[in-house]
């Protein structure tokens, strides 16, 4: 088994193509998935259901044992024969080497992996494997969880859901439909990427948001209690992922780290700006302060809304409700009678009391008809 | 009028009494609010509800024109006699030498304000109003909408709310039942802190918080649109408040600069050393990132729950439902028949979809009993 991480083969930057792929048709078994962890054992369990053969592998035992106990597949052993298709679910870190390891041992099957970054492993395998590298194809199904290993799985883990594959022109037409196949027999959506333009994408998107999330709850850990116990609702929702596996994620953000560096400094450097300009108090330290809240205003509203334009404006009510069972389901019931279509829902509970504010958001133009058919049924709105 | 700013006089750091005030009977008029916006305005409204004298002032006259109309009071003019409580409700560089100039205006009057930083605005009005200060009290009500200007306003806007108040041993006993009292009219919680606990625990809990969802998202503002198209709920939770007022947080960061400072850089200080570990990307360089994670995790555990303790694990249920109106209300009619009681719930739309992902937390010993009721309806249940 080679241990090679390999320079990055892709040196420039590639463009999106966000085509879905065409049906791929049936996922061909046998498949043998490498890491029964949260996703691997979601994969067997989604395929056994689909009547494909699924043989499990694990460097840890017991995770294969629940595993199979969860209807994942059975344990790989000897005799079994070859695989059609090998999914390595594995930390990021180890991919290319078993990846390679698996090309070598099974010269006819496909290999793909499931990991969070892609570039690295795409171009470590091709350097490891060298020609069977055509029958590798890096793939990121675009779910997770906050809880980790096989007892967190669940075969409509991957539903509705992206899952990107990153095929390269080295790739065989019928290892791309083989990583198709597996992401549409998950219920994904296929979405096929360059393996930098994933990783570009998932440093902004994903490995950014953490480290600032774990960095901002880091500020906790050591704060005064009476400070913690003021703090509302803004910074919940900012430290909310601040949960995640802190082994896996280090191996991810590893992984990927030519990406999240530059993007990381960047964010640093406006930090220190905003931190300098406090320290400064000047006039011109005012408008480095308010260029960066105008900069981040604009950058807010890019992200992209449910259908994929950019986020619309929408109107609120807000309700308050008694904290007690029922009462959100009256709530809903009303708003569902006023025939409006909530785009959010957000619960704030009021700190020692026992009432809760329910902001419901919607377009602007049904925020009367909601509030008007809520006062009328006796609801306590706010404004 | 003066414009001093003056030296922070309360050096050490203070504790924090978290004791509610005792009632402090009807707020005694005629009160003068001293800017007609979001929350001046809304005091208005909410005091002529109670049938107290409000005249309204400001320098924009448009500004008093809409808060009359809104129903905050009638605007101030000569001839009025002198008010009983004056509200200075402007951005808090400001605060200072108004509140002065109002404390020597109207001898008899006691002056409050509402600025969301107070160390500063009280040292200020001690050194610029001498012995007058003792009828200054700095208030910091804990409330606010994503809107600003008296358009936004409404007299319940406090209800429910925590309301800080910050008297000092200089403050007449009169001045801080005063104070009080205009709290507990507009139903707030009152909470009494020393101005600079008030200061370090708004710079942890809301000001770091502003500043970093500001900035991450200023990284969005020029990032190719392929890459913002990918981002998820993780990243769009974290810069919902990336949209507040510029100018207004500007000053408003730059009032409390001296306690947002040192918690900015030590933030800084942590994004660095991960930034650093990224390119140095050796063993102890991992254990640095993975550091940091378990920091974040175990702060994010200190954040109080409704009740004023540290965060419970929830539980989770995840329902997909269809995108149309009156899913939401089926639903959760169905969770209140299950007699259960959420604590939280979470919308995720899918994208391109016509179908949302809502997620339901609640205690973990009732995940059963919901999950069974929902299947028994026909709701269909991930995992």
């Known amino acids: 088994m080679c241990s090679c991480g390999g320079p990055n083969l892709f040196g420039k930057t590639s463009a999106m193509t966000e085509v879905a792929v065409p049906p791929a048709g049936r996922v061909a078994?046998?498949?043998?998935v490498v890491g029964a962890g949260l996703i691997g054992t979601?994969?067997?369990?989604?395929?056994?259901?689909l009547g494909v053969?699924?043989?499990l592998d694990d460097s840890d035992s017991r995770a294969v044992d629940v595993a199979v106990l969860r209807g994942a597949g059975e344990r790989a052993g000897p005799g079994q024969g070859d695989p059609a298709l090998v999914v390595v679910a594995i930390p990021p870190g180890s991919v290319a080497a078993v990846a390679s390891d698996m090309l070598a041992r099974y010269p006819e099957a496909v290999v793909?992996?499931?990991?969070?970054?892609?570039?690295g492993i795409v171009a470590g395998v091709a350097e490891c494997a060298g020609p069977a590298a055509a029958r590798f194809v890096g793939t990121h199904p675009m779910a997770g969880r906050e809880v980790s290993g096989p007892n967190g799985a669940r075969s409509d883990l991957f539903e509705h859901r992206r899952w990107v594959i990153t095929p390269t022109a080295a790739n065989s037409e019928s290892a791309i439909a083989a990583a198709a196949a597996l992401a549409e027999a998950c219920d994904a959506v296929v979405v096929r990427l360059e393996p930098e333009a994933h990783d570009r994408?998932?440093?902004?998107?994903?490995?950014l948001p953490q480290i600032v999330a774990s960095a901002l709850a880091a500020q906790l850990e050591a704060a005064p209690a009476e400070d913690v116990v003021v703090s509302g609702q803004g910074l919940r929702d900012m430290v909310r992922i601040a949960d995640s596996d802190p082994v896996l994620w280090a191996d991810i953000l590893d992984s990927n780290r030519s990406q999240v560096a530059p993007v990381l400094n960047r964010l640093i450097d406006d930090l220190g700006s905003v931190a300098g300009a406090l320290v400064g108090h000047g006039q011109s330290d005012a408008d480095v302060v308010k260029r960066l809240l105008?900069?981040?205003?604009?950058?807010?509203?890019?992200?992209?809304?449910?259908?994929?334009?950019?986020?619309?404006?929408?109107?609120?009510v807000t309700v308050v409700v008694s904290d007690r069972p029922?009462?959100?389901?009256?709530?809903?019931?009303?708003?569902?009678?006023?025939q409006v279509n909530l785009e959010d829902v957000r619960i704030e509970h009021s700190v020692g009391r026992l009432k809760a504010f329910?902001?419901?958001?919607?377009?602007?133009?049904?925020?009367?008809?909601?509030?008007?058919?809520?006062?009328?049924?006796?609801?306590?709105?706010?404004g």
């Open 42 to 49: 979601s994969i067997g369990m989604r395929l056994r259901e």
């Open 358 to 382: 329910i902001e419901l958001s919607l377009l602007p133009e049904r925020v009367d008809a909601l509030r008007g058919a809520l006062v009328d049924e006796g609801w306590e709105i706010l």
């Open 112 to 119: 793909c992996d499931v990991a969070g970054t892609k570039s």
């Open 294 to 316: 105008e900069r981040g205003s604009a950058g807010r509203a890019r992200l992209p809304d449910k259908h994929g334009g950019a986020a619309p404006k929408y109107g609120s």
């Open 53 to 55: 053969p699924v043989w």
């Open 326 to 338: 029922g009462e959100l389901g009256r709530l809903f019931a009303a708003a569902g009678r006023a």
């Open 29 to 32: 078994g046998p498949v043998l």
């Open 201 to 207: 994408a998932a440093a902004l998107a994903s490995h």
